[in-house]
């Protein structure tokens, strides 16, 4: 059974930081692209941030270049998501997920509040 579980949001002020993380399990993690996207209330779902299979290559949103990294540990089959310098509009549901065309696999969602 695929299960992947985010964690890690909550609320915290501007200029502050999380950490997000999401285990995975019942696939094969480490032949899987992962991502971590958002979607805020009444706007439609984004990508935030993407990682290669073996955490080489990555990329980012625009807004969040410079302030969000993306990392993944294999031995731990858990991607994470460091925000620092939040800004109000970040808040927002934050979801990973896993691809390998064809496949592809969501979790439920972090919801992360920036505010102060």
């Known amino acids: 059974q695929v299960q992947l579980v985010e964690s890690g949001g909550g609320l915290v002020q501007p200029g502050g930081s999380l950490r997000l993380s999401c285990a995975a399990s019942?696939?094969?993690?480490?032949?899987?692209?992962m991502s971590w996207y958002r979607q805020a209330p009444g706007k439609e779902r984004e990508l935030v941030a993407a990682i290669g299979s073996l955490g080489i290559s990555t990329n980012y949103a625009d807004s969040v270049k410079g302030r969000f990294t993306i990392s993944r540990d294999n031995a731990k089959n858990t991607v994470y998501l460091r925000m620092n310098s939040l800004k109000p509009e970040d808040t927002a549901m934050y979801y990973c997920?896993?691809?390998?065309?064809?496949?592809?696999?969501w979790g439920k969602g972090t919801l992360v509040t920036v505010s102060s």
């Open positions: 019942g696939f094969t993690f480490n032949t899987y692209g």
């Open positions: 997920a896993a691809r390998r065309s064809p496949k592809e696999y």
